[in-house]
C-alpha cells in the first residue's frame, strides 16, 4: 500500500529551467492539491483538482502548471523556474465528497515532499 | 492571505506536561483541521472538528472551538518526546472548494 508518493524528493534546478514534480496516490481519491511551504509561510496552495480534468488555481498559481489526464496522478510543472520558486512542496489527496457522516471525507493525506532548490 | 494563525510560533514543554496552541481565522469555516509535520515529512492529520462543534476528544488530543471568536485551540496532555513536532491548523472555509487554508504552525518541542 503506498499511499502518496512524489518524486523527485530533491531537486536542484537552474533559473529558467523547466521542471515537472510527480505525484501519485494509490487511494483512488479525487481531489488532489499542491501546496508549496516556505518559512513563516506556512503551507500555501498552488492548484488542486476535484477530479481528472478537473483543476483550479489556489493561492499562489503564477508560474505553475497542473494536468490531472489521470486520477492517480497530478503534476505540477514550473514552466521557467525561479529562484522565488525555492520551497518544499507538498501533494496531497482527499476522498470524495458526499459519503454520509464521513469527516474522513476531508482529511488530506500528505506525501513526504519535494525539496526544490533554484540556482 | 493566511486564513489561520497559530499561537505562539514556538513552544518548549518538559515531558509530561501539557502543550497548548491556540489558532485563529479570519472567515466562516466547515470545518477546522489540526496537522502535525515531524521535521522533513509531510502532514499528518490529527483530528478535524466542524463548525457546530465545540469540543472534541481524540486520544491525549483535545480541540475546542469557538466560532464566535473564530478561534480554535490544541491541547496535547501528558506531552511525549515523541510529541515533538510542528503542529498546523487549517481551515475549511465555505466556498464548496474543500481546498484547506493553512496557518503558519507551532513548532513544539518536548524535552525528556
Known amino acids: 500500500d503506498a499511499g502518496i508518493t512524489q518524486s523527485p524528493r530533491y531537486k536542484i534546478t537552474e533559473t529558467g529551467r523547466q521542471v515537472t514534480l510527480m505525484c501519485h496516490q494509490t487511494w483512488s481519491h479525487s481531489y488532489m492539491f499542491w501546496y508549496r511551504q516556505d518559512l513563516g509561510h506556512g503551507l500555501r496552495l498552488i492548484y488542486y483538482s476535484a477530479a481528472a480534468d478537473i483543476t483550479d488555481k489556489g493561492e499562489v498559481p503564477d508560474g505553475y502548471v497542473v494536468s490531472r489526464s489521470k486520477t492517480e496522478n497530478f503534476p505540477l510543472t514550473l514552466e521557467s523556474a525561479t529562484r522565488s520558486q525555492t520551497s518544499v512542496y507538498f501533494c496531497a489527496s482527499s476522498n470524495s465528497p458526499g459519503l454520509a457522516g464521513a469527516t474522513s471525507s476531508y482529511e488530506q493525506y500528505f506525501g513526504p515532499g519535494t525539496r526544490l532548490t533554484v540556482t | 492571505s493566511q486564513q489561520g494563525e497559530e499561537d505562539p510560533q514556538a513552544l518548549s514543554i518538559q515531558e509530561g506536561e501539557n502543550a497548548t496552541m491556540n489558532c485563529s481565522y479570519k472567515?466562516?469555516?466547515?470545518?477546522l483541521q489540526w496537522y502535525r509535520q515531524n521535521s522533513g515529512r509531510g502532514l499528518v492529520h490529527l483530528i478535524l472538528?466542524?463548525?457546530?462543534?465545540r469540543e472534541k476528544h481524540s486520544g491525549r488530543l483535545r480541540v475546542t472551538l469557538d466560532t464566535s471568536k473564530k478561534s480554535s485551540s490544541l491541547l496535547i496532555t501528558a506531552s511525549r518526546a515523541a510529541d515533538t513536532a510542528s503542529y498546523f491548523c487549517?481551515?475549511?472555509?465555505?466556498?464548496?472548494?474543500?481546498?484547506?487554508?493553512f496557518g503558519s504552525g507551532t513548532r513544539l518541542q518536548v524535552q525528556p
Open positions: 472538528i466542524r463548525s457546530n462543534e
Open positions: 487549517a481551515t475549511d472555509a465555505r466556498t464548496g472548494r474543500r481546498a484547506l487554508t
Open positions: 472567515t466562516s469555516i466547515n470545518n
